[in-house]
């Protein structure tokens, strides 16, 4: 009985060494496999089947595109993410990532070393993604500053049928596409008389526009909140994004809202303090916003960038979105896509609510 029980046991362990054996076999066989995605440059590029290992080399949403659909983990190396405290917070394990460089400033051997099964780039950085595909590595494009609301859709779902989230993905695209809807019905019976024309700047001393003012985010951030462009109106040379105060005054517009940069404090401040914008309508109504920081910008192309489009969306028509809670629909989104639960602190930390001061101060109508 004894020999039979040892030779059922033996049986046992040779079978379950024999499967092992085989599940290796055929894990290596498919990982090996190839398969091809098209890019946001609209080039066709060919990526392992299984994605473990991403290099980030681009200062833009990819990482927050990344984590959002639930591959923050599989990030190696990202340029560093300090301006997004949120964003370290809810994945510390990107305090820890190497900095291989960003955009056309790459560090190679970096690179090489740390074997990623691909490397997510700007579009734009064109010289560097060149040298990292000489070296063999698959380079994937996405945007970084300048795209439209259906090339950022494309893109979620791109990255999630890279990353194997294409339900997460798809649901976020849902869920964008819920909301614009809603902001288009709600925004759709405001008269043209009504709509509001809106500046978007950064901040420091000069008057500053996008050189892109149609093709750049900031024009879609406008629009898609049912507002209107001041700065893509009339044939105006603007030299390196900067405009003077004569042509900011010609376009006088209702409302101006400040890009927040690496240090939001200083759009805050801007939004509070500064006189670039005395003699516009926007200071005299005291309607000169910073825009908000969750994770991310919201007014970058991410996946955030739907709750900064609500935000505006409500800020220029408080009375056709007066039902929608930016603080709710945060909060939603956070702990749906972010699998996070977001505390009142931190969201007063982004600055949704802030107002600026001086109400009354220049109007010139």
């Not at 000489?134 to 439209?148: K, L």
């Not at 003012?213 to 898609?224: E, K, L, N, P």
């Not at 505390?343 to 001061?357: A, L, M």
């Amino acid at each position: 009985m004894r020999k039979y029980l040892l030779l059922v046991f033996l049986c046992g362990i040779c079978l379950w060494v024999a499967c092992k054996c085989v599940y290796s076999q055929i894990n290596n066989t498919m990982d090996r496999q190839k398969r091809t995605v098209v890019d946001v440059s609209g080039k066709t590029v060919e990526i392992p089947r299984i994605v473990n290992r991403i290099v980030v080399t681009c200062q833009g949403g990819a990482a927050h595109e990344i984590a959002v659909l639930g591959a923050a983990h599989r990030i190696v190396a990202q340029p560093s993410m300090k301006s997004f405290p949120q964003l370290l917070k809810m994945y510390p394990c990107l305090n820890a990532v190497s900095d291989a460089g960003s955009f056309d400033v790459i560090d190679l051997e970096r690179i090489m070393v740390l074997k990623p099964d691909i490397v997510v780039a700007s579009v734009y950085s064109i010289q560097g993604n060149k040298k990292i595909e000489e070296m063999g590595i698959p380079v994937v494009t996405v945007n970084t500053g300048r795209a439209d609301v259906d090339n950022l859709l494309r893109e979620f779902k791109m990255m999630g049928m890279i990353l194997g989230k294409e339900k997460t993905a798809n649901e976020l695209v849902r869920y964008w596409n819920d909301r614009l809807a809603m902001i288009r019905k709600r925004t759709a019976s405001i008269p043209e008389a009504r709509k509001k024309s809106v500046f978007y700047t950064s901040s420091g001393a000069s008057i500053t526009t996008s050189m892109d003012r149609v093709s750049g985010w900031g024009h879609h951030f406008i629009t898609a909140s049912g507002g209107m462009n001041v700065s893509v109106s009339g044939n105006i040379k603007i030299e390196k994004g900067t405009i003077n105060r004569e042509q900011l005054l010609l376009w006088n517009p209702d409302v101006i809202i400040i890009s927040s940069g690496k240090n939001h404090q200083d759009s805050i401040n801007d939004a509070r303090s500064t006189s670039r914008f005395i003699g516009t309508k926007a200071m005299g109504d005291n309607a000169v916003y910073p825009c908000p920081i969750g994770a991310f910008w919201w007014d970058r192309p991410s996946p955030e960038a739907i709750l900064g489009i609500m935000w505006l969306a409500k800020t220029l028509y408080p009375e056709a979105m007066a039902d929608i809670d930016i603080k709710k629909e945060t909060k939603w989104f956070f702990g749906r896509f972010y699998n996070y639960s977001l505390t009142d602190k931190e969201y007063e930390s982004f600055g949704v609510e802030i107002k600026p001061k001086g109400a009354g101060r220049g109007s010139s109508r």
